[in-house]
């Protein structure tokens, strides 16, 4: 196998020194975001209360401490959300040393769009699928039992869903990974349609928490439209 140019041979020790460096940064970025966005999540927490949930719904804290930790759970959340653009920059300029000049370039080409799509991600989450879940059940709930929600359990649902959609739309990332690399070949996945779609499906109902039905049929519309979007962009990177 040939060498990558300009590649030094390391002590593992400076491979672990180096690596600590990167991470103290994103460490360091993720608590000064954190700090700073603290103080403003109070308001933040009563808007997206306002945008979920109707008038009738009150918030309950069930503890002293409980508002202090929804807020520092959005705070982090928010932290994440702006410093992983910065974890993947440090993260690639860890490995790019070790990379050919054409694995920097399409590793630089996958990674913004990943950035993006994580955001689209979420905001699907935020403004689609997390208020059709709260609101159905509300319905379904509404002629039994009043509807008083804890703040601290609501936002952890909330932050859970919103970054797990923000990785499910790192599906097309993974495919075309998937497809240069040679693991799988585009060919294969679109004479398996019909199973890729089952498995898609049955993946959706199986994270999404809708007695409805509603959710699961908006994240598997959304799996299968990235399925294909990842098939007709992996033509061209």
Do not use: C
């Amino acid at each position: 196998m040939n060498n990558v140019p300009g590649d030094q041979e390391l002590p593992i020790l400076e491979h672990v020194k180096e690596l600590r460096k990167r991470l103290l940064i994103v460490v360091t970025a993720l608590i000064i975001v954190l700090m700073g966005a603290f103080p403003f999540t109070g308001e933040l927490i009563g808007i997206m209360w306002a945008h979920l949930f109707p008038p009738e719904i009150e918030m309950v804290i069930y503890s002293p401490l409980e508002w202090m930790l929804t807020r520092l759970i959005l705070s982090l959340a928010i932290a994440i959300a702006f410093v992983f653009p910065l974890f993947m920059y440090e993260l690639f300029v860890f490995i790019q040393k070790g990379l050919f000049p054409n694995e920097k370039r399409f590793t630089l080409l996958v990674v913004p769009p990943s950035l993006v799509l994580f955001l689209i991600g979420m905001g699907i989450a935020f403004f689609i699928v997390i208020p059709l879940i709260f609101n159905y059940m509300f319905l379904y709930s509404e002629d039994v039992a009043s509807s008083g929600i804890s703040v601290r359990d609501t936002f952890s649902i909330i932050t859970t869903l919103m970054i797990m959609f923000g990785l499910l739309f790192q599906l097309p990332m993974l495919m075309v990974i998937a497809i240069k690399s040679g693991l799988v070949k585009a060919e294969q996945l679109k004479n398996k349609r019909v199973i890729v779609y089952g498995i898609l499906i049955g993946f959706a109902i199986f994270i999404a928490p809708d007695i409805t039905g509603m959710s699961q049929l908006i994240t598997a519309f959304f799996l299968v439209v990235l399925f294909e979007f990842s098939l007709l962009i992996s033509r061209y990177v």
